[in-house]
């Protein structure tokens, strides 16, 4: 009796290990997922300064004598804060004024006669346009000199610059996942012409096209699978690293545009995505082609 193999070997020589697809995938996916990132962070900064946009306003007292600018302002806080909607007032001490205009400046301004305008920070629980306009006339009723300050004018261009930015952010990621399925396409049309004397000889033997299609699509979809997550680690700790230089700079915006907990999960899914797109592109493919060779 002749012994027969312990391991009988695949009718189509495929190999197991990850191939070319594989790698470009992990490039696909991790440009995606920086492109992925860098739209939810945009998308959270854009929520938190509008969010700060419409629960802040300052109030600028611009009078020349420094004991009538303090004594206005002080009437003028404890006025606001007892409106009801307003969460708190601050007059922003000139020492603190004098710090952010000391590079400009230089320093020694809280002595010096430079009429520093006295602000007075205002947070709302809703910046209505009545609530506003009730702020504007209880300031100007006891300063005449006071003026209204909604940030609307000067950060409204760039929240619209930032919604500009995060849809460019999802455009380059879709184009980047149709670029990935365009590259399983092709890979798996050339592996079926380099295959193509096998599968006609699995055809003359009873093989269906679904049978075949299932193998092509078994290895399409490891090397999605893989490719993905080696791209997706590579994002995160490119993602990481830019965090930490963020951080460093101590930039509110920047914080705000922080990757949050929901972000890492849906980046997480990526390679499973990627995976998903390779086994159903590597079957379509397949089945097309065969369907048209037959």
Known sequence: MIP????????LPLSPAPGLMAWVIA??????????????AITDATRNLAGELDRSLTIQIAEPNPDTRARQASAVAQAIAGIEGVAAVRVIPLTELSAMLEPWLGS?????????????DV?????????????????????PAARIDDHSGA???????????????ATVALLVMLAAVAVVALATRSSLNTHM??????HLIGARDEQIARIFRAKAGMDGLIGGGVGIAAAALVI???????????????????IGTMAWVAMLALPLL?????????????????????
């Open 123 to 143: 947070k709302l629980d809703q910046a209505t346009p009545a609530m506003v306009g009730k702020i504007r006339t209880t300031a100007q009723a006891l300063s």
């Open 4 to 11: 027969l193999p312990r391991r009988i070997p695949p009718i």
């Open 197 to 202: 004397a096998t599968i006609e000889v699995m």
């Open 240 to 258: 990481l690293m830019v965090g930490d230089r963020a951080a460093a700079l101590g930039s509110g915006l920047l914080a705000a545009g922080s």
């Open 27 to 40: 490039i696909m996916i991790f440009l995606c997922g920086l492109s992925l990132a860098a739209g939810l």
């Open 274 to 294: 990627a995976g998903l797109l390779a086994l159903v592109t590597a079957h379509f493919t397949v089945v097309r082609l065969l369907a048209l060779y037959a």
């Open 108 to 120: 020694g301004l809280a002595a010096s006669d430079l009429p520093i305008p006295a602000l007075i």
């Open 155 to 169: 950060l409204g261009p760039l929240a619209s610059l930032l919604s500009s930015l995060r849809g460019l952010a």
